[in-house]
């Protein structure tokens, strides 16, 4: 997924968020699993939302991680937070440079981050993978989920994400 610098008119569609450059997977998440996402830009947000979060509007309950249907890890020039319900927690300053981020820690960076959900023990968290592909831990949220999961994400121009790899363990 790929954010554009101009304007591009779709149909409407019941699962199109109108405002937010977001979007939310088709497939839903239960019991434990595991993705990996490539990202480069200057702003990611990788998320996991109900299905049910508003996508018509302007208002936080629209935005991952300012509800309580969404859980956020953004990205924003190398420095990330987390967010669940409008609760920000900064939880690094700067990612490692092993993890890809340029080293000049200005405009565009990148990297890789592997989520992990286990839906019945309430467990979500973030991991930043380092280039020796070992994993550095960057947050854990406790929640009981009451359903299934939707990953998500959101960029801001110029930015992209792709996920290279979910499994079910």
Known sequence: MVAADRDRKYPDHRDR????????SSTGLRGRCYWEVNWSGEKVVIAVSYKGIQRCGKGDECVFGYNDQSWSLEICKGKCSVR????????????S????????????????VDV????EAGVLSF????????????????????EELFPGFRLESGS???VVKM???
């Open 160 to 162: 992209s994400v792709s």
């Open 17 to 24: 968020f109108t405002h937010w450059e977001q979007v939310l």
């Open 97 to 112: 440079s092993s993890g890809g981020v340029s080293s000049d820690r200005v405009g565009v960076s990148s990297g890789r």
């Open 127 to 146: 991991y930043q993978i380092l280039s020796d592909d070992k994993l550095s831990h960057i947050h854990t949220f406790f929640c009981c989920f009451s």
């Open 167 to 169: 499994n079910k363990i």
């Open 84 to 95: 669940h319900n409008k609760k920000e927690t900064k939880v690094c300053d700067w990612l």
């Open 116 to 119: 992990f959900l286990d839906s």
